[in-house]
């Protein structure tokens, strides 16, 4: 079993709709909670990051950690053509002196207008 | 600021050619990391540095070596490419220690090794 699992899509959504993307976990030893996104053929960006479990807003963008139950969301308001991305979950354990990162394998968005 | 960047942006092999993946970063990071991203496998850590002057495995290292040059520069290398060798390689760079959940990820190699 993986340490992060997300499912991989494709999402396709209409322009203007709510996007609710998420991942599940398995290391209790998880602290920070991130989301990159990716668009085609370019690097992962940070898009947010929560540390242990709440929310966390920016913009249009939302996400949640619930640690009890193992399980982060990213929720994109008004969604935009400009959305359309590969969304990847990441999460973090502290390992020595810095925070080891596990990449979930990522949820392919499309935005139709 | 050019943020992280990688040379080359694509390269193709032959089995057993050898080749050097480069990258800079130019924010002051301590830290820097190289993963290979292949469909269905998300983005795997092949090597990182927490500073200068100190490299460590990661999840996949087997066929892979790494030199951190200085601050900036943090290279890999393909000693004997081989077909499973295929794949997007990306450089990372972040803060060093406590932030290095916060990192920042350059365009990608694309490399096919045939």
């Known amino acids: 079993q993986k340490e992060v699992e997300q499912d991989p899509g494709p999402l396709s959504v209409p322009e203007g709709a709510i996007v609710s993307l998420n991942c599940t976990y398995s290391?209790?030893?998880?602290?920070?909670f991130m989301w990159y996104r990716q668009y085609s053929r370019k690097g992962p960006e940070l898009l947010m990051y929560?540390?242990?479990?709440g929310n966390k807003e920016d913009g249009r963008f939302t996400a949640q950690v619930d640690k009890s139950s193992k399980y982060i969301s990213l929720f994109i308001r008004d969604s935009q053509p400009s959305d359309s991305a590969t969304y990847l979950c990441a999460m973090s354990a502290r390992s020595g002196g810095y925070q080891k990162v596990t990449f979930g394998t990522g949820t392919k968005l499309q935005v139709i207008p | 600021n050019a943020g992280v960047t990688q040379t080359p942006k694509f390269q193709v092999l032959k089995t057993g050619q050898s080749m050097t993946l480069q990258c800079a970063q130019d924010?002051?990071?301590?830290?820097m990391y190289w993963y290979r991203q292949d469909p269905g496998m998300g983005l795997r850590l092949i090597y990182y540095s927490a500073s200068e002057g100190t490299t460590d495995k990661g999840e996949v290292p087997n066929g892979y070596n790494v030199s951190r040059l200085n601050k900036r520069e943090f290279s890999l290398r393909l000693e004997s490419a081989a077909p499973s060798q295929t794949s997007v390689y990306f450089c990372?760079?972040?803060?060093?220690?406590?932030?290095?959940?916060?990192?920042?990820f350059g365009p990608g190699t694309r490399l096919t090794v045939t």
């Open positions: 924010m002051n990071h301590n830290s």
């Open positions: 290391n209790s030893a998880f602290q920070y």
């Open positions: 929560t540390y242990s479990s």
């Open positions: 990372a760079s972040s803060p060093r220690g406590g932030r290095s959940y916060e990192q920042y």
